[in-house]
Each structure stands twice: as C-alpha cells, then as structure tokens.
C-alpha cells in the first residue's frame, strides 16, 4: 500500500504541514486539507474516493476545487465519505451557496454529478478500491474519526485531530499486519494547555499513544503546528525510538 501526505507549503523548503490530507495507492484521499492545491489534473482525476475525518478548514480546504478541478473525470461524480455530523456541515457551513455553489443541490440536478455523498457509520467497514476502510471515533472538539485502511497484504491508520484516546488503539490491537500509523502530534510539551483545550496531542502524549502499537509499527508523526515545528520534531525525535519519524509531505510512503 503506497500513502503520500499531500505537500501543502508551496514556495519554502520547509516540509511544514499547513494541511492535511492523505492520497492511498492514488486513488482515495483521507481529508481533502490541499488535495485540490497540489500536483496536476490527472493525478487528481485518479481519486475517486474522499473520506473526512472531520470539517476543520485544515482538513477540508481545498475539498470544494477538487470536486471542480476533477468534474467531469467520472462519470458518477466522486464520493464522498463522511460522518452525519461532517454531511451536515458540508451542506450547511460549505456548499450553502455562499461559502461555495451548492454542490451537492447541483449533483442531484445534473450529470454528471459533482459527487455523491456517503455516510460513515462508526466501526462500519466500508469496501473502495481494494481497500476495506473503517471509521474509528476519536476525541476532538468535533466528531472526527480515524480511519484504519486494510490492503491485501498490509493495513496502516491515520489517526488525526486528537487528544489522547482508546478505542482506535484497541480496534489496531486486533489488526492483522499493521504496518504504519499516522499520528498527529500537534503541539510541543510547553504547549500542553493549548493542547489540552483544542483536542489536540503533545509530544510527550503522542509518544504515549505510539507506544500502545507494537516497536515493529512503523509510528509517523503528522500535523506538527509550523510555528513550533522544530521544538516538536526535537521532542519527538530526541527519544531516538527506531519506530518513530516526521512525515514527509510528498514523499511515497509503501507498506
Ligand atoms: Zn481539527
Ligand atoms: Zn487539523
């Protein structure tokens, strides 16, 4: 299974990330943060499936010019993958012809659609692609959820925004052949109040959530706040776990 965090820092070296979003094997994104702001039409055009973990602007961005940048590609408009509570927010806070044309009035008055919409149900599996994605609850200030990918051979998590939390860990414990787990790690320690407040993890905390997989899981910290990258990456590196890293947006990551 190939992921790739989206590259959403356009113009500096720095690898910060802005936003988040996730593109599995080049044809399903986890969150649509820069999905519709990087790379070419074509490498767009091959997503077909978007699941959210939930509406923060970090996360869903760029979702409405993905849907305009890929119109059209296919035939039933592309999916997508939410809670109720981030269905709701789409159609009332997004597509609400202010913030964007309604483009989920339009998908069912036209064809080709711009999308179409599917409800995720907690712990509900749901078959794309190859891959069996299941929606886990996690605890943020909003409903969100982690979602656990299965492939063939291999399964990984993508487990963001969050304070610390249980059931995903539990749900990876029965995994068979997890491999990577995408861990948000928000904040530095000195901000733990912030953390705290905005249901969010620090450095200390995204090591006690990693430490609930097993060493041979290869635990990929994500959502570093840019304004205190380096203080995060010095606290999540400094422990010199072999299992542990900072994403890499663009980079191809294969389990
Ligand atoms: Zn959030
Ligand atoms: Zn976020």
New binding site residues.
């Given amino acids: 299974m190939k992921v790739v965090l989206v590259p959403s820092a356009s113009g500096v070296e720095r690898s910060y990330h802005y936003l988040s979003s996730y593109v599995i094997d080049e044809v399903v994104a986890i969150d649509a943060g820069g999905l519709g702001f990087h790379g070419d039409l074509a490498g767009q055009g091959r997503v077909r499936h978007v699941f959210l973990t ?1 509406t ?1 602007l ?2 869903t961005a760029s979702l409405p010019i993905f849907l305009e940048n890929v119109y059209g590609v296919h035939p039933e408009g592309v999916v997508i993958h939410g809670s109720a509570a981030v269905l709701d927010c789409l159609q009332k806070d997004m597509f609400n012809d202010r913030m964007m044309p309604d483009f989920i009035r339009i998908s069912r008055e036209r064809t080709p659609p711009f999308l179409r919409l599917s409800l995720l149900e907690e712990n509900r599996t749901v078959e794309v692609e190859g891959l069996r994605i299941t929606p886990v609850g996690i605890d ?3 409903p ?1 959820f982690a979602f656990v990918i299965e492939g063939k051979q291999t399964a990984v998590a993508v487990v963001t ?1 969050t304070a610390p939390t249980k059931a995903i860990w539990k749900r990876l414990e029965r995994t068979p052949n997890l491999k990577g787990v995408f861990l948000e790690a928000s904040f530095p320690n000195a901000m733990a109040a912030l953390a705290e407040i905005s249901g969010h993890l620090t450095s200390d905390q995204f090591h006690q959530e990693a430490a609930k997989v097993g060493s041979e899981v290869q635990v990929i910290a994500v959502h570093l706040k840019a304004r205190t990258h380096d203080q995060t990456v010095a606290e999540v590196m400094g422990r010199g776990l072999p299992n542990i890293h900072i994403a890499e947006p663009g980079r191809v990551y294969e389990f």
């Fill in positions: 939930h923060h970090d996360h943020h200030v909003v969100t925004d």
